[in-house]
């Protein structure tokens, strides 16, 4: 599990970059069961996450150096098979794509880095990261004790073991990747699929070790990794997590520090005092500068941490001291308070000390009380979205075309077809068109109701035209994907063409065999309300059609935006609502701050920039409970909630390395409707002041 608003914590014991002149000295990375091991030298390790794709080549320092000040020593990213191998053996590693680029810019920095290859990756990636040609390779079964599947896995993490070793990127090289992961969170499917998971998981093991990285591997949440592989614990608290054998240390891959955001949805946020919390119980036993005071308490913890085990004292009902003193008189102590509600004054080594509710205090040499993680210092930030000098030039117009669909389809077929078996991912639009003919002597005709049609979709969304006019929409979630859409529909005498452009919002990324997964229109279409009851549609002949008019001409990009006439038109002189295509020209503005679009007078649809997609965009207005928060007491993704009757997103990032001074082209495609004439260009300020946070 990952998100951009999920930071992770690798809590293990390890090292730092070594350079004599100009030569990197070669490492050797072992374990025991307190600790990585670095020429036999035991450290705590705090890594946070960093996906390569998710931002710019100019972007990565950057950030990297924040996480740096912010205390983190490695960065760890998963590996993306998808954009990497785009048909089988065609890869790509340019631009945001480019791995040993983002490697190296770790290691310029001075850290250390953890390459999680997967090569499934979850991540709330599109298909969690497995190409979607991989679905039709004869035989192929996901994630499983299958030859064919295990074939493409092993020449894919082959190619990147290859690639890192050329490079001299592994530490036993003289690199910073210190760490590498197979698999990713396979436990439950494991135990779901019997014995063919567990032949799975003995096979990834023994061929990631046969690879000769000369670095250890990991598999996260995964209780059964062979040896030598470490198993990991992700979660919300990880404290009572165990390796599976004696001798292996105990990792945390990924602290949840809140959990992922869905159109429609509000935002969940962890309060950083439980985030502080949890990590403080897994050491007794970070978002960038909130838990930059943590990770320093921590390290001065470091040496009485890695070289005794902890004794635990009662303090209280629901107090303890864990302690962790070695022979040379180096001594550590963590003191807890677990009540709920109630603070407590305890007394260790003949001191007192306050503990404020659900929370830990870490003295590092037994005496002093340097942090506790109620009262965590944080970077209280006001966040600004203010508009740029630079105007959005005038905007055109161009209308999809919904007249030929059926003319320009190639593909017929008796009934209805899997959406992804037709598009193969390379459009989230297909289009489902057919016929009726209606006899001139129906009710409806001579003043009766209305006939309605009645549309079942495996999701995610269905938009529905009859006779070129829009007649509603349907959506799903990412809870319940299929949805059906029912309403009135304007038929007429003769034939009708009905037209169903169904529309996916990214492919599912978790679940058992989510690869045979249906999407797209699945039927029953029903016409109800005729003179002879209901007419079913589901096995007429179907025409479809992949993706737009607009994507087929490449409208997006600067070279294919002339390809067709746009018009000036007004919100109040449009032809049509839907399916629209906008585009207009602005210069980049001056200085420094991230830039965004805000889209909230929008409805649906996609957003690009100079030919760059900048995402999907959705104006759903979030549902959810968003009442008071504490941070005291387990953390569960409903207990505090942000944002409720807002849109999810309204702003959505532009990279300033996208831009060029003058003219850069903005192209949207809206599904529903929206006002173009309201979109603007926005920067990012923040004023931020520290302060001391506790209940």
Same mark, same amino acid.
């Given at each position: 599990? &990952?998100?951009?608003?999920?930071?992770?914590?690798?809590?293990?014991?390890?090292?730092?970059?070594?350079?004599?002149?100009?030569?990197?000295?070669?490492?050797?990375?072992?374990?025991?069961?307190?600790?990585?091991?670095?020429?036999?030298?035991?450290?705590?390790?705090?890594?946070?996450?960093?996906?390569?794709?998710?931002?710019?080549?100019?972007?990565?320092?950057?950030?990297?150096?924040?996480?740096?000040? *912010?205390?983190?020593?490695?960065?760890?990213?998963?590996?993306?098979?998808?954009?990497?191998?785009?048909?089988?053996?065609?890869?790509?590693?340019?631009?945001?794509?480019?791995?040993?680029?983002?490697?190296?810019?770790?290691?310029?920095?001075?850290?250390?880095?953890?390459?999680?290859?997967?090569?499934?990756?979850?991540?709330?990636?599109?298909?969690? *990261?497995?190409?979607?040609?991989?679905?039709?390779?004869?035989?192929?079964?996901?994630?499983?004790?299958?030859?064919?599947?295990?074939?493409?896995?092993?020449?894919?993490?082959?190619?990147?073991?290859?690639?890192?070793?050329?490079?001299?990127?592994?530490?036993?090289?003289?690199?910073?990747?210190?760490?590498?992961?197979?698999?990713?969170?396979?436990?439950?499917?494991?135990?779901?699929?019997?014995?063919?998971?567990?032949?799975?998981?003995?096979?990834?093991?023994?061929?990631?070790?046969?690879?000769?990285?000369?670095?250890?591997?990991?598999?996260?949440?995964?209780?059964?990794?062979?040896?030598?592989?470490?198993?990991?614990?992700? *979660?919300?608290?990880?404290?009572?997590?165990?390796?599976?054998?004696?001798?292996?240390?105990?990792?945390? !891959?990924?602290?949840?520090?809140?959990?992922?955001?869905?159109?429609?949805?509000?935002?969940?946020?962890?309060?950083?005092? &439980?985030?502080?919390?949890?990590?403080?119980?897994?050491?007794?036993?970070?978002?960038?500068?909130?838990?930059?005071?943590?990770?320093?308490?921590?390290?001065?913890?470091?040496?009485?941490?890695?070289?005794?085990?902890?004794?635990?004292?009662?303090?209280?009902?629901?107090?303890?001291?864990?302690?962790?003193?070695?022979?040379?008189?180096?001594?550590?102590?963590?003191?807890?308070?677990?009540?709920?509600?109630?603070?407590?004054?305890? !007394?260790?080594?003949?001191?007192?000390?306050? @503990?404020?509710?659900?929370?830990?205090?870490?003295?590092?040499?037994?005496?002093?009380?340097?942090?506790?993680? +109620?009262?965590?210092?944080?970077?209280?930030?006001?966040?600004?979205?203010?508009?740029?000098?630079?105007?959005?030039?005038?905007?055109?117009?161009?209308?999809?075309? @919904?007249?030929?669909?059926?003319?320009?389809?190639?593909?017929?077929?008796?009934?209805? @077809?899997?959406?992804?078996?037709?598009?193969?991912?390379?459009?989230?639009?297909?289009?489902?068109?057919?016929?009726?003919?209606?006899?001139?002597?129906?009710?409806?005709?001579?003043?009766?109701?209305?006939?309605?049609?009645?549309?079942?979709?495996?999701?995610?969304?269905?938009?529905?035209?009859?006779?070129?006019?829009?007649?509603?929409?349907?959506?799903?979630?990412?809870?319940?994907?299929?949805?059906? %859409?029912?309403?009135?529909?304007?038929?007429?005498?003769?034939?009708?063409?009905?037209?169903?452009?169904?529309?996916?919002?990214?492919?599912?990324?978790?679940?058992?065999?989510?690869?045979?997964?249906?999407?797209?229109?699945?039927?029953?279409?029903?016409?109800?309300?005729? &003179?002879?009851?209901?007419?079913?549609?589901?096995?007429?002949?179907?025409?479809?059609?992949?993706?737009?008019?607009?994507?087929?001409?490449?409208?997006?990009?600067?070279?294919?935006?002339?390809?067709?006439?746009?018009?000036?038109?007004?919100?109040?002189?449009?032809?049509?609502?839907?399916?629209?295509?906008?585009?207009?020209?602005?210069?980049?503005?001056?200085?420094?701050?991230?830039?965004?679009?805000?889209?909230?007078?929008?409805?649906?649809?996609?957003?690009?920039?100079?030919?760059?997609?900048?995402?999907?965009?959705?104006?759903?207005? +979030?549902?959810?409970?968003?009442?008071?928060?504490?941070?005291?007491?387990?953390?569960?993704?409903?207990?505090?909630?942000?944002?409720?009757?807002?849109?999810?997103?309204?702003?959505?990032?532009?990279?300033?390395?996208?831009?060029?001074? !003058?003219?850069?082209?903005?192209?949207? %495609?809206?599904?529903?409707?929206?006002?173009?004439?309201?979109?603007?260009?926005?920067?990012?300020?923040?004023?931020?002041?520290?302060?001391?946070?506790?209940?």
């Amino acid at each position: 599990m &990952d998100t951009n608003s999920v930071s992770k914590l690798l809590l293990v014991i390890s090292l730092t970059v070594l350079f004599v002149g100009s030569e990197l000295i070669h490492c050797n990375v072992t374990y025991d069961r307190k600790a990585l091991l670095i020429n036999g030298q035991r450290r705590v390790l705090i890594s946070g996450s960093i996906h390569y794709p998710r931002s710019t080549p100019e972007m990565w320092e950057d950030l990297i150096r924040k996480a740096k000040h *912010g205390g983190l020593d490695v960065i760890d990213t998963y590996v993306f098979w998808d954009v990497h191998e785009l048909s089988p053996g065609n890869y790509n590693f340019e631009g945001r794509y480019d791995l040993v680029g983002f490697i190296k810019t770790v290691q310029k920095v001075g850290l250390y880095a953890n390459l999680r290859i997967g090569p499934y990756v979850c991540a709330e990636w599109n298909f969690g *990261g497995i190409p979607v040609w991989l679905k039709y390779v004869p035989g192929i079964s996901f994630r499983t004790d299958n030859g064919p599947f295990k074939a493409a896995m092993q020449g894919f993490t082959e190619k990147i073991v290859q690639m890192m070793k050329s490079e001299k990127l592994f530490q036993s090289q003289g690199g910073p990747i210190i760490l590498s992961q197979i698999e990713n969170e396979y436990g439950p499917e494991s135990r779901a699929m019997g014995a063919a998971g567990h032949a799975y998981v003995k096979w990834a093991a023994s061929m990631a070790v046969g690879l000769g990285t000369g670095v250890p591997w990991v598999m996260c949440k995964e209780n059964d990794a062979p040896d030598p592989v470490i198993n990991s614990c992700n *979660g919300f608290y990880c404290d009572d997590f165990s390796p599976n054998k004696p001798y292996k240390p105990s990792m945390w !891959t990924e602290s949840w520090s809140g959990w992922f955001t869905e159109f429609g949805g509000p935002m969940h946020q962890r309060p950083v005092q &439980d985030l502080a919390f949890a990590v403080a119980r897994l050491i007794r036993q970070p978002k960038y500068s909130h838990l930059k005071d943590l990770h320093k308490a921590i390290k001065r913890c470091e040496h009485a941490l890695v070289s005794s085990d902890p004794t635990v004292t009662s303090l209280g009902t629901f107090q303890q001291a864990h302690v962790f003193s070695s022979g040379t008189g180096v001594c550590a102590a963590f003191l807890a308070n677990y009540h709920v509600q109630s603070a407590a004054t305890v !007394t260790f080594n003949n001191r007192h000390y306050d @503990l404020p509710p659900w929370s830990i205090s870490i003295l590092p040499d037994c005496r002093t009380d340097v942090f506790n993680t +109620a009262k965590v210092r944080v970077q209280t930030s006001q966040v600004k979205m203010l508009p740029v000098h630079s105007k959005l030039f005038s905007w055109e117009t161009y209308d999809e075309d @919904l007249s030929s669909l059926a003319e320009s389809s190639r593909i017929t077929a008796p009934g209805l @077809l899997e959406q992804l078996n037709v598009t193969r991912d390379t459009s989230d639009y297909l289009w489902y068109i057919t016929s009726v003919d209606i006899s001139s002597s129906e009710s409806f005709l001579h003043g009766g109701h209305k006939p309605s049609i009645n549309v079942q979709s495996a999701g995610h969304a269905v938009h529905v035209f009859v006779n070129g006019q829009f007649s509603g929409s349907a959506f799903g979630t990412r809870e319940q994907r299929s949805c059906t %859409f029912n309403g009135p529909v304007n038929l007429q005498a003769g034939t009708n063409k009905i037209a169903l452009l169904s529309v996916t919002v990214g492919l599912p990324n978790v679940g058992r065999h989510y690869e045979t997964w249906s999407t797209g229109i699945t039927g029953p279409v029903l016409l109800q309300g005729l &003179d002879h009851g209901e007419k079913d549609l589901t096995w007429n002949k179907w025409s479809y059609k992949v993706g737009l008019k607009g994507e087929a001409m490449n409208l997006v990009s600067p070279n294919g935006v002339s390809s067709v006439d746009w018009v000036q038109e007004s919100l109040a002189t449009q032809r049509q609502s839907q399916l629209k295509w906008h585009k207009a020209y602005f210069n980049a503005p001056e200085g420094k701050e991230p830039l965004a679009l805000d889209l909230g007078s929008m409805g649906k649809g996609q957003v690009w920039i100079n030919g760059q997609s900048i995402g999907r965009y959705w104006m759903a207005y +979030a549902k959810g409970d968003c009442n008071s928060c504490s941070y005291s007491g387990t953390f569960r993704p409903v207990k505090c909630q942000l944002g409720c009757g807002q849109p999810t997103q309204q702003w959505y990032h532009i990279p300033r390395s996208w831009l060029k001074p !003058t003219k850069n082209l903005i192209v949207v %495609f809206e599904e529903l409707g929206g006002n173009p004439w309201k979109i603007s260009l926005v920067k990012r300020m923040v004023h931020t002041a520290t302060a001391a946070v506790r209940e």
